[in-house]
């Protein structure tokens, strides 16, 4: 039988600016990919990213290209073979699982275990700000038990102290999003040690990050812009002590299940993360956070109106998704 391919964009509010080191954003701006055959229609969402130069634009066409193909009948093998990894193959990847199980009634966790997947403590970002600012929202934030407090200044000393004394019953992930350098990176490690930090996620540039070979690491240091796929994994032994597993960037479901595993053959930690999204985004991310280390999956948190038939979040516990919505 023949599929069909609608595809299109789509923003939501958010509830307040998002800021990081790169800059602010006020709305989650998504492509929503739907694929079709009889009665039953699979969705995937991913959201394009310009550090990696997409756009909403160029992954509408990356999309459009494959309408032939999956037309045709394509499998999730066949487009891992035919396209790149990134957003555009992840919104036809997930939309590929969740038609699967559209169509013959079997949950998408049923192809990948016996076990039912369980809800989640995911982790709520802080916004980069001033450090008063900063320790207002994670003063109001300090009830959960995990936090994403997003840095990336040449000066984030005051900022590591100040959430970190406003939430001192959270562990706390720093996010640098590649904004420290050679000449102070060695300084915001020690002040995240004294305050206890869990875990930083991509201190330096992708690329130029060797140093981390050189120096010590008093806390974990985390992979993001520096781990796609499995296929560089091995590069980054000695770099990092974990990788952070985003769908938007592995290309799917498919590929971030590939990722994981191979991560810990390898010995690395695992977080599981987002981008902005809605909770379409986040439905086949929880399942490859089953097992996770740490769980970054608070994109619909942040909106401020997402889905119909959302997650379920009861503070930050996340609840896996109904089929309704994916899978």
Not at 142 to 153: D, E, I, N, P, Q
Request: glycine share 8%.
């Amino acid at each position: 039988m023949k599929r069909d391919l609608f595809v299109e964009a789509e923003r939501f509010p958010l509830a307040a600016a998002f800021t990081i080191s790169r800059g602010s954003k006020t709305e989650a701006a998504v492509v929503t990919c739907t694929i079709s055959e009889g009665n039953n229609a699979g969705r995937g969402e991913c959201v394009p990213y310009a550090r990696y130069g997409e756009t909403i634009e160029s992954v509408l066409g990356q999309i459009e290209a494959m309408r032939g193909a999956i037309a045709g009948g394509m499998s999730r093998e066949e487009l891992k073979a035919k396209m790149k990894a990134g957003a555009a193959r992840n919104a036809i990847d997930c939309a590929l699982w969740d038609l699967e199980a559209k169509s013959d009634g079997k949950r998408a966790h049923e192809r990948l275990s016996a076990t039912a997947p369980e809800a989640l403590t995911t982790a709520y970002t802080i916004s980069l700000g001033e450090p008063d600012a900063m320790a207002a929202q994670a003063r109001k934030h300090a009830h959960r038990s995990l936090l994403k407090v997003k840095v990336g200044t040449s000066d984030d000393t005051s900022r590591i102290a100040a959430v970190a004394e406003a939430a001192p019953r959270s562990r706390i992930i720093l996010d640098a999003n590649e904004g420290w350098s050679e000449t102070d990176i060695v300084m915001h490690m020690l002040t995240a040690a004294r305050h206890r930090i869990a875990l930083i996620e991509q201190p330096l540039p992708a690329g130029q990050d060797d140093i981390l070979r050189r120096i010590p690491h008093p806390v974990p240091i985390c992979a993001d812009e520096s781990v796609h796929t499995a296929e560089n994994l091995e590069e980054l032994l000695g770099l990092y002590d974990a990788v952070n597993i985003k769908l938007d960037k592995t290309g799917g479901l498919t590929a971030a299940l590939e990722l994981r595993d191979r991560a810990r053959e390898l010995g690395f930690g695992v977080m599981v993360g987002c981008m902005v999204g809605t909770s379409l985004a986040m439905a086949p991310a929880l399942l490859v956070a089953q097992d996770a280390d740490f769980v970054d999956l608070d994109g619909p948190l942040l909106l401020a109106r997402d889905r119909e038939t959302p997650l379920a979040y009861e503070g930050s516990q996340v609840a896996p998704p109904e089929p309704a919505l994916w899978g």
